[in-house]
């Protein structure tokens, strides 16, 4: 299945949840599906671990990334929100916001780096290269060559509808 066509029965689940996955859905789709396989008081939770881009080399980071892609990635943050996750309105959406970090090694930080979607779908020595370019900038501001990386976790969680 998908999120548009879960393989599951009809009010089933107590808990569909979807990290870091949303965006492979059409929520007009995915949003009736959700509601239809969950029981009365189960919930939907979506969940981003998004940069935390008030990290001054996150945010430089971001910006390169940004630019060698095409993309606005500040606003794809921006559009972690109820409207975007659905788009009828029907489900009623609480955010809560996580902040974390880690201390990598950092070909660990440039392989998850390398395993987002943007370079998955782009070519490959294009993307090998400025991965390569990446771990230069990441050295001068980790010259032990361990990364620290912050997150936010940017949680929707709505309960079904009570009239579903």
Known sequence: GSGNALPLAD???D???YAQAWHWTEPALAVPEAIRV?????????????????VPW?????????????????AEKRDVNARVADPS????????EIRWSRRVPLDTHLANL??????????RERGAAFLAEERRHRL??????????????????AARPADA
Do not use: K, M
């Open 140 to 157: 001068a501001f980790f010259p032990d060559g361990v990364v620290e990386e912050t997150y936010v976790v940017v949680l929707l969680l």
């Open 114 to 123: 390398g395993s987002h979607s943007v370079f998955l779908t782009q070519d």
């Open 11 to 13: 009010r089933s689940a």
């Open 38 to 54: 969950l029981r009365p008081g189960g919930a939907l939770a979506l969940w981003w671990n998004t940069d935390a881009l008030d």
């Open 58 to 74: 996150i945010a430089e980071a971001s910006d390169r990334i940004a630019r060698h892609c095409g993309l606005d990635l500040a």
């Open 89 to 96: 309105g029907r489900l009623d959406f609480v955010r809560r």
């Open 15 to 17: 808990l569909v949840t």
